[in-house]
């Protein structure tokens, strides 16, 4: 078609659009999705089989050398899936379109065929003599409509065309030329998107390639709006969105991915397979499209993401939990969901939800997602297999003060949070295909806040059995009745020495410590007995460790001083996850992880 016309004022004629084969085209976009999942398959084989295989069998410079080359060979198959999966929706979309088109057309056509009227060569429509004149009765004139693409751009002329088949004539031929001019706009359009789908020469794939398949993909599903993302059920539970998905045939999800990697990736209910592979692609998207900024928050996000790129192609080592990207995406703070063990396969998913400043930057990507990697590991000791997931689908609150400072900290966060976790965790337990899969929800700092606003929604979190809160400054609820999973199945983690979990209220940090000037939480902790603070009242209500508040509190270790060697030293809030510093904390989590509740060491209630 591409030959016959040029944009809006295309030579394109409604013969020509009712000639087209649109079989032909879909056909090509057959033929390039199969290069696609040749491409996906042989990427698979490399990282799957042969880096495995060449890293377990052979040592030294040369299969050093060897991995060095099968990893960009892996690069660029990857890029040729992404590509290839383009050209395919591309071709589908057009042909999508030209199709709604013929059908107008052939509608507009048929009409004439039935009135006897005439489509001419050029879309004008001649209609014969009808009706009688006012004066000698005889049948008034017939004549030719030429067609409007947009009547609705023109304005009334106040005639009224005395013949009656003048109307019909005239609605003929401005249907057939929208036809054309709706034909001849998508053809130009998909002309130039297929026109800037090409690789640049050589055998390595760079970042600026990258950033120019970013764009590729974003001007393929602006094209392809209509044809695809319409349907994407984003409204729906994940439930609906489970059994849309297994509705769909094998090449509609192949083009969903190809076209709509960060959403297909980010929908809570479909596959974590899936999930994966579509947040796999989107990386290399997303770190295309931020390679070409020079803003700080975009190098912050950019260099969490190559440390994820990182971590996703290194080879596991016997017995590591293998890695699942479930969720990445650049709004925002940035978001990041990743498990570690597949949550679809696993009897035991653990869910951890970070706190107070964490966003996706290269701290998160080498701490936070540890924290989950080491849980799954100490979890899998125990028997069944066990998934830990390191979910920042949320903007955590930013204080520059870090734990001086809560004034940002305030419950809007969590409550929006919340619920975005408790739709994570109902695709979690959708998703997998065992019948009751063992759920764990945990909240760290702010994180345990945000976990309770999830439980507090009608129903409580879908599917979870235990809530794990650690460092925590409240979770918006007086009593772990109220976090609905019975008060025997939310545990508490609350170390000697975190400063976090002993804040005072809100009231009383305000109006107890103003006088003092110690309106902060380290001062607050220092000086706490200088103000009337029960044993039960922290920053976001009852504290969870308090007897009140009726969890029940496992041991985890001290952590040091909060004053020492001449500084505040606030790291005992952050050794929770750490098999190094608190190995009694992360075997605590584990058991509960695992479904060994009755297993944990506990300490008194506060």
């Keep these: 078609m591409s030959g016959r016309s040029g944009g809006a004022g295309s030579a394109l004629t409604w013969s020509a659009l009712r000639e087209v084969k649109c079989a032909e085209l879909e056909q090509a976009a057959d033929g390039w999705g199969r290069v696609s999942n040749r491409a996906d398959a042989v990427r698979d084989r490399i990282e799957g089989e042969l880096l495995p295989g060449l890293r377990d069998t052979q040592k030294g410079e040369a299969p050093d050398a060897a991995v060095r080359g099968l990893r960009r060979l892996g690069t660029n198959f990857q890029y040729i899936y992404t590509e290839c999966g383009l ?38 429509v001649t209609y014969p003599a009808a009706g009688e004149g006012l004066v000698d009765g005889k049948p008034l004139a017939g004549g030719t409509a030429s067609g409007v693409p947009n009547p609705g751009m023109v304005p009334p002329s106040g005639l009224v065309a005395p013949n009656p088949n003048a109307g019909k004539a005239q609605d003929i031929a401005d249907r057939v030329a929208q036809a054309v001019r709706a034909a001849a706009d998508a053809d130009w359009r998909y002309t130039r998107i ?15 390639t990258w950033t120019d398949a970013a764009a590729d993909a974003a001007a393929v599903r602006d094209a392809a709006r209509g044809y695809l993302k319409d349907a994407i059920p984003h409204d729906a539970s994940p439930a609906e969105r489970k059994a849309w998905w297994a509705g769909l045939t094998d090449e509609q999800r192949e083009e969903y991915l190809a076209v709509y990697p960060d959403q297909i990736g980010n929908l809570d209910g479909i596959p974590a397979l899936v999930r994966d592979a579509a947040n796999r692609d989107n990386l290399q998207l997303l770190m295309g499209k931020l390679e070409g900024r020079d803003d700080a928050d975009s190098a912050t996000k950019l260099a969490a993401l190559r440390e994820i790129d990182r971590q996703l192609r290194l080879v596991p080592e016997v017995g590591d939990p293998p890695m699942y990207l479930l969720g990445i995406g650049d709004q925002g703070n940035g978001r990041a969901i990743v498990s570690y063990g597949n949550p679809d396969t696993s009897r035991n998913v653990a869910a951890y939800v970070p706190g107070l400043n964490t966003s996706l930057d290269e701290e998160f990507a080498k701490g936070d997602l540890k924290r989950a990697r080491d849980l799954s590991i100490a979890a899998n000791k125990y028997g069944a297999p066990a998934a830990a997931i390191t979910w920042l689908g949320y903007d955590a609150p930013q204080s520059p003060d870090g734990l001086r400072s809560l004034a940002v900290a305030v419950d809007g966060r969590a409550e929006e949070g919340g619920r975005a976790f408790r739709q994570f965790m109902d695709g979690v337990k959708v998703a997998n295909d065992l019948e009751d899969p063992h759920l764990t929800a945990i909240g760290h700092s702010y ?26 400054p409240g979770v918006g609820v007086d009593s772990a009745e109220e976090l609905g999973v019975g008060r025997d199945h ?22 107890g410590m103003a006088g003092l000037g110690l309106g902060n939480p380290a001062a607050a902790y220092t000086f706490g ?3 009337d603070r029960r044993d039960d009242d922290i920053w976001f209500g009852r504290d969870p460790a308090s007897e009140a508040f009726g969890a029940r509190r496992i041991e985890v270790g001290d952590g040091p001083s909060l004053v020492g060697k001449g500084k505040i030293d606030v790291d005992a809030h952050t050794q929770y996850f750490d098999p190094e510093l608190d190995i009694a904390s992360v075997e605590n989590m584990a058991l509960i992880t695992a479904g060994q509740a009755d297993r944990v060491k506990r300490e008194e209630p506060r």
Excluded: M, W, Y
């Design 529 to 531: 007995d200088l103000v």
């Design 87 to 124: 050209l395919r929706t591309t071709l589908n979309s057009l042909a999508h379109e030209i199709k709604t088109q013929q059908r107008v057309l052939q509608g507009a056509l048929d009409d004439a065929a039935a009135l006897r009227f005439t489509v001419q060569a050029d879309g004008s």
């Design 194 to 208: 297929l026109r800037s789908l090409k690789a640049h020469e050589g055998l390595g794939v760079p970042v600026a």
């Design 447 to 472: 994180g345990s806040r945000t976990v309770g606003a999830a439980a507090q929604q009608s129903g409580g979190i879908p599917g979870v059995d235990e809530i794990i809160l650690v460092g925590s």
């Design 490 to 511: 939310v545990f508490v983690g609350a170390a000697a020495n975190d400063v976090v979990t002993k804040l005072p209220s809100k009231a009383e940090s305000v109006l």
